[in-house]
Nanobody
Framework: QVQLVESGGGLVQAGGSLRLSCAAS????????MGWFRQAPGKEREFVAG????????YYADSLKGRFTISRDNAKNTVYLQMNSLKPEDTAVYYC?????????????????WGQGTQVTVSS
């Protein structure tokens, strides 16, 4: 089991940037794939980005490619989501999640452990 705590959310104007962090506890962090998901009011939770245990492979929702970047630092047990050129439609609660390697990246049901979420609000 991995405990996850997100930070870095907030209010930003359209076109701005934010970097979310997700700090994980547990010695086995580097064996997990990590994902970022988001959920807007009245909508289902959707995949944002995923990263392999080594950081060598990354995956993004098609609509977010080029604006969002996921990375991880296994020495710090932390995964990041750099968000640039933010739009009002990016407003949501953002969650990080951990899954055992090999479970896939896109399906939230494959992730065992979730953070509490951090609110991102983009004003127009």
């Amino acid at each position: 089991q991995v405990q996850l705590v997100e930070s870095g959310g907030g209010l930003v104007q359209a076109g701005g940037s934010l970097r979310l962090s997700c700090a994980a506890s547990g010695r086995t962090f580097r064996s997990y794939i990590m994902g970022w998901f988001r959920q807007a009011p009245g909508k289902e939770r959707e995949f944002v980005a995923g990263i392999s245990w080594s950081g060598g492979n990354t995956y993004y929702a098609d609509s977010l490619k080029g604006r969002f970047t996921i990375s991880r630092d296994n020495a710090k047990n932390t995964v990041y989501l750099q968000m640039n050129s933010l739009k009002p439609e990016d407003t949501a609660v953002y969650y990080c999640a951990a899954a055992p390697a090999g479970m896939g990246y896109f399906n939230p049901t494959k992730y065992d452990d979730w953070g509490q979420g951090t609110q991102v609000t983009v004003s127009s």
